[in-house]
């Protein structure tokens, strides 16, 4: 079992930076693929980033891509989701989810791979 609790989230301006983190209990996290899933109000949840547990491989939704960068630290136990050029279309709530594989450059893009997700965390970006 592994417990995920995101922060960082908060309320910013067009073209601010925000750092999410991700942090992980209860397992070895070095062997769980982590992904970023946000949810704007009235939509349904999306992919915004995922990472391996080796933090070989990354992949991002064209949407945020060459503004958002995903990393970890696996001594740390923490997923981080660095956004830049924030725009009021990046408001939603952020989750971060893991999954265990045992393939250390393995990413996954779909909700349904992951067992356990976290409780979110609220990003707003006023215009």
């Known amino acids: 079992q592994v417990q995920l609790v995101e922060s960082g989230g908060g309320l910013v301006q067009a073209g601010d930076s925000l750092r999410l983190s991700c942090a992980a209990s209860?397992?070895?996290?070095?062997?769980?693929?982590v992904g970023w899933f946000r949810q704007a109000p009235g939509k349904e949840r999306e992919f915004v980033a995922a990472?391996?547990?080796?933090?070989?491989?990354?992949y991002y939704a064209d949407s945020v891509k060459g503004r958002f960068a995903i990393s970890r630290d696996n001594a740390k136990n923490t997923v981080y989701l660095q956004m830049n050029s924030l725009k009021p279309e990046d408001t939603a709530v952020y989750y971060c989810?893991?999954?265990?594989?045992?393939?250390?450059?393995?990413?996954?893009?779909?909700?349904?791979?992951?067992?356990?997700w976290g409780q979110g965390t609220q990003v707003t970006v006023s215009s």
């Open positions: 209860g397992r070895t996290f070095s062997s769980y693929a």
């Open positions: 989810a893991a999954r265990h594989t045992f393939y250390s450059g393995s990413f996954y893009l779909s909700e349904r791979e992951y067992a356990y």
């Open positions: 990472i391996s547990w080796s933090g070989s491989s990354t």
